[in-house]
């Protein structure tokens, strides 16, 4: 089994620690390949990031497709350009925030996401909403890290994400914690036992649900809503995208 997973922003050293977590948790025999688009944000951290991203995920999963990937992650805990991959493969794709969502809806009956600076919250929140879980999410919490500040000083993003984790067991009587960017994904482990309570990343949420979606023989429906982009015209920038359109369809 060979799953993609597709850092959205174009920061290398991040995807190779996602890559590096997804692999720990991989079943022998599942090949991860990390990668980031060749063109896009060096972070996501606002609306505008995550639109001008989604263009780089398609790209990643139809070039997938050519390699022979079985199933793709979409490694940013807003998962950008979600629904749009899922029109442009049969083969299934999963978001890290919605795998942890549902992995925790397991485990808990109540949590909190700890995330990075404070813009993002209402992106999380109504990110949580459309995916049914605002009953369950009892806070999103933000910290003053930017993205790329977890690369730069791990030691130090452990800390801040430390502290503002503790916060949400105290003060939201969270049953797990949720966190809520891909390159957090080194400190789930250590938290989890400081802590002691499920400390889950999305990135190994989704590696795993991959696996199983994939053993089970399952792939996205194509009866109406997920189906191959209708063939149409596409100018300036975006015009190989409409002559990329229906593309797979073609070639069923």
Avoid at 31 to 51: H, T
Avoid at 88 to 113: D, H, M, N, Q
Wanted: aromatic share 8%; net charge negative.
């Amino acid at each position: 089994m060979k799953i993609k997973i597709i850092n959205p922003n174009t920061t290398w050293e991040m995807t190779d620690s996602i890559g590096a977590a997804g692999r720990s948790v991989a079943r022998e025999g599942t090949e991860i390949v990390a990668v980031s688009p060749s063109f896009g944000p060096a972070s996501i951290e606002s609306y505008y990031d995550e639109f001008l991203c989604a263009p780089g995920v398609i790209d990643e999963v139809r070039l997938g497709d050519r390699e022979g990937c079985d199933a793709y992650i979409v490694a940013c805990y807003g998962d950008p350009g979600l629904h749009a991959a899922r029109e442009v493969t049969r083969k299934p794709v999963i978001g890290i925030a919605e795998a942890s969502l549902y992995t925790a809806s397991i485990l808990a009956a109540r949590f909190s996401i700890v995330t990075v600076i404070p813009r993002i919250k209402t992106m999380l929140e109504e990110m949580v909403a459309n995916y049914g879980f605002s009953h369950k999410v009892v806070n999103v919490r933000t910290t003053p890290l930017y993205v790329l500040d977890i690369e730069r000083d791990p030691a130090g993003a452990l800390e801040t994400l430390r502290e503002e984790a503790r916060r949400a067991v105290a003060e939201d009587d969270a049953e797990a914690i949720l966190l809520g960017c891909a390159g957090f994904a080194e400190f789930a482990d250590e938290l989890e036992e400081e802590l002691g309570l499920p400390v889950l990343d999305g990135v190994v949420c989704a590696v795993k649900l991959a696996e199983a979606v994939v053993e089970l023989g399952k792939t996205t429906s194509k009866s109406k809503t997920y189906r191959f982009p209708e063939r149409k015209a596409f100018t300036g920038a975006f015009a190989r995208f409409g002559d990329d359109s229906g593309q797979a369809e073609a070639a069923e």
